[in-house]
């Protein structure tokens, strides 16, 4: 299974681990503005859609590390609805109660950047803009080695 998710990841993704994350500045359905790479800062920049059953499973996790991160100043995360209106993304927010920063794209303007299909996908951007962690889909094991990578960067940028 996880040679299968690697090929179809690889095939798909045009951002890798060691790479540079793209420049773009995107705007939260709450109206604040995010731009990446945020230098100095982490982010985990996650990319859903609101009829995504992994996703469904994956963002409560997200919800969680959001819950333990959000008060460190060097860590941001953005979930960014891929296809999705604000009103669509938001309605989603408030039916599950989530607290994250989060955005829509509509026109897949900010997915294209990052990969070609596939949902969802997570991406973790060191202090100095550079991806150190691509996922695509979702498995429980995967929160366990994000949480690791989130820990090991926060702790870098002290």
């Not at 891929?82 to 607290?99: G, L, M, N, Q, Y």
């Not at 366990?144 to 960067?153: H, K």
Request: hydrophobic content about 45%.
């Amino acid at each position: 299974v996880n040679a299968a998710r690697a090929a179809q990841l690889a095939e798909t993704t045009l951002v890798n681990v060691g790479d540079a994350i793209p420049e773009t500045t995107l705007r939260t359905i709450d109206g604040d503005a995010i731009t990446l790479p945020e230098p100095g800062r982490v982010v985990l920049v996650n990319f859903f859609a609101t009829w995504c059953v992994p996703c469904e499973k994956e963002l409560p996790q997200l919800q969680n590390l959001w819950l333990k991160l959000r008060d460190n100043d060097h860590f941001q995360m953005v979930v960014i609805g891929r296809e999705e209106t604000a009103e669509a993304v938001r309605s989603f927010r408030e039916k599950h109660a989530f607290s994250f920063p989060m955005a829509a794209d509509p026109d897949r303007e900010i997915y294209a950047l990052f990969a070609k299909e596939l949902i969802s996908r997570t991406f973790v951007v060191s202090s100095q803009g550079q991806v150190v962690y691509s996922k695509a889909g979702y498995d429980e094991t995967d929160i366990a080695e994000l949480n690791a990578v989130l820990n090991e960067q926060l702790v870098a940028t002290k």
